[in-house]
């Protein structure tokens, strides 16, 4: 069964650096099967598409935060990471990773971490 | 990007009812690739329905989805407690950005 653990600081100053990792078990990253999500859900609100990293390092991001965030992958650790600069308490969210199917479901997100909540405070 | 509605907000409704969840999109659904999420409180989405109409591995067959182009429906053909929760549909046809609807929460009458 596939699992994916979110971790990182639970509080972050504002125009700091939003950092996570999500730590994947059962499945191998670079089987080059599946993409890499991250998603966020604000405080009693829906849910956000941030955007994804493929095995191989090429990303997409969704449009509306393009210009502040990255992702990567390490492979040897069967991990991702994502980036969200200059954040402010707007992005204060619980920040999911999740699974996405290949081929052309690779939209479909089928397993997805608890949530990491991320508080952005001074 | 594409837009998704969902309705009604809030569905109060009793235990062995029938639920029907609306979820329109702003323009056409490539491949009706409509997926539902149910989300219970401190937990994480889970993946119920893709395709518009398939049901995840583990779904009970009380639950059932509908729909095409951009008007698309989950239906729980009798409530049982556990169902209780909210409920997303989202997107995921062609070119990302891919979107979620609000949310309709079930709750119990």
């Known amino acids: 069964q596939v699992q994916l653990q979110e971790s990182g600081p639970g509080l972050v100053q504002p125009s700091q650096t939003l950092s996570l990792t999500c730590t994947v078990s059962?499945?191998?990253?670079?089987?080059?099967?599946?993409?890499w999500n991250w998603i966020r859900q604000l405080p009693g609100k829906g849910l956000e598409w941030i955007g994804y990293?493929?095995?191989?390092?090429?990303?997409y991001y969704n449009p509306s935060f393009q210009s502040l965030v990255t992702m990567s992958v390490d492979t040897s650790k069967n991990q991702f990471s994502l980036k969200l600069r200059s954040v402010t308490a707007a992005d204060t969210a619980i920040y999911y990773c999740?699974?996405?199917?290949?081929?052309?479901?690779?939209?479909?997100?089928?397993?997805w971490g608890q949530g990491a909540l991320v508080t952005v405070s001074s | 990007e594409i837009v998704l509605t969902q309705s009604p907000g809030t569905l109060s409704l009793s235990p062995g009812e029938r639920a029907t969840l609306s979820c329109r999109a702003s323009?056409?659904?490539?491949?009706?690739?409509v997926a539902w999420f149910q989300q219970k409180p401190g937990q994480a989405p889970r993946l119920l329905m893709y395709?518009?109409?398939s049901r995840a591995t583990g779904t009970p067959d009380r639950f059932s989805g509908s729909g095409s182009g951009t008007d698309f429906t989950l239906t729980i053909s009798r409530l049982e407690p556990e169902d209780f929760a909210v409920y997303y549909c989202?997107?995921?046809?062609?070119?990302?950005?891919?979107?979620f609807g609000q949310g309709t929460k079930v709750e119990i009458k």
């Open positions: 999740a699974r996405g199917q290949s081929g052309y479901s690779y939209g479909l997100f089928d397993f």
């Open positions: 989202q997107q995921y046809g062609g070119s990302p950005p891919w979107t």
């Open positions: 059962g499945d191998s990253i670079s089987s080059g099967t599946y993409y």
């Open positions: 323009q056409s659904v490539s491949n009706n690739y």
């Open positions: 990293i493929y095995y191989s390092g090429s990303t």
């Open positions: 395709g518009a109409s």
